[in-house]
């Protein structure tokens, strides 16, 4: 378990206990998480949109520790270095793939990104899981991905430091 200095503690404590967003709305737990992170570390918003997208991930999309871990295959490596490659695109590139995106009729329409090669070699999953969006918000997608894939390597290495349990009789 991990111990925090009690100034943290209570500066946490303060922000969840003004949990409401705008317009009177009660915050998601990734704001509220998000909203503790910047009162007590003093993260930059480009960390707390990182933490606040892996929130996301697993409380939205459903994506958790148990999901993650049945990906050795480099999978969450790769869909994060895709969403890298997608905000590395010049504006131009984006509005180009936007536009012929949606000439489909379908805002959701996404193959074309998949006429790259990179892409169609990368990206592991169905085609509907690919949701490039902006740049930033793409780069944050990758960060996120990045960060659930080291967390897969960290439970992975701990789990074979553990001594193994005895067998019953």
Not at 106 to 115: A, I, Q, T
Not at 117 to 130: E, K, P, S
Not at 131 to 150: E, F, H, N
Not at 156 to 162: C, T
Request: with cysteine; aromatic share 6%.
């Amino acid at each position: 378990m991990t111990s925090y200095p009690r100034e943290m503690l209570k500066a946490g404590a303060a922000v969840i206990c003004r949990c409401e967003g705008p317009h009177g709305i009660a915050m998601t737990h990734a704001e509220i998480v998000a909203a503790v992170l910047d009162a007590t570390l003093g993260l930059s918003q480009a960390e707390l949109d990182v933490i606040a997208e892996r929130r996301r991930q697993i409380e939205v999309e459903g994506w958790t520790a148990e999901s993650d871990d049945h990906h050795p295959n480099g999978s969450l490596e790769k869909a994060a270095a895709c969403y890298a490659w997608a905000a590395s695109l010049s504006e131009r590139h984006r509005a180009e793939y936007a536009k012929q995106s949606n000439l489909k009729g379908d805002e959701n329409d996404n193959r074309v990104w998949f006429n790259t090669d990179g892409l169609r070699l990368l990206w592991m999953w169905a085609r509907r899981w690919w949701k490039p969006t902006t740049r930033r918000q793409d780069l944050v997608k990758s960060c996120a991905l990045g960060l659930a894939a080291l967390d897969r390597i960290d439970r992975k290495a701990a789990k074979e430091a553990s001594p193994a349990p005895e067998p019953t009789p």
